[in-house]
């Protein structure tokens, strides 16, 4: 029952990224091009939401899908490692045209070249996972 959840969640998130044109190339290459808002707005947006998830998560104490206290681990806010994550991630994103989530919204439409992409991120985060401990956090 869980994973039909959970496949149900995926699916509606695959359409929405689908409808808003978050998927589109196009659309991104126009957000690091500064030519449109739309991206920006879209994410933007993400983060309203976001805030407003948490908050309300933390002041009615909602729980995990296991039952679980749930709860958000504070960070250490280094500026070397926010910039130099967000480089990375910010020049993938840019030179294949996907975060992420649209990547597989993107496979499952079909277009399979994108598998490139994922077989790429997944071996980067592999890499991530390798170095950790030798990297400044």
């Not at 998927?23 to 739309?38: C, K, L, N």
């Not at 399979?112 to 077989?119: E, K, P």
Request: charged residues 10%; proline residues 3%; glycine residues 14%.
């Amino acid at each position: 029952m869980r994973t039909a959840f959970y496949l149900l969640i995926g699916v509606a998130f695959g359409i929405v990224m689908t409808k808003s044109e978050a998927v589109s190339w196009f659309r991104i290459q126009e957000m690091f091009r500064f030519e449109s808002f739309h991206m920006y707005g879209i994410i933007g947006t993400a983060v309203v939401a976001g805030v407003i998830g948490v908050a309300l998560s933390k002041r009615m104490g909602w729980k995990t899908i296991d039952g679980e206290a749930w709860q958000l681990n504070p960070k250490d806010f280094t500026v070397s490692r926010y910039l130099f994550g967000g480089t990375i991630f910010g020049l993938g994103w840019a030179m294949t045209g996907a975060c992420p989530g649209p990547m597989f919204t993107l496979l499952g439409q079909g277009i399979w070249a994108i598998g490139l992409v994922i077989l790429a991120s997944v071996f980067g985060t592999y890499v991530y996972g390798v170095l950790r401990s030798k990297l400044p956090h």
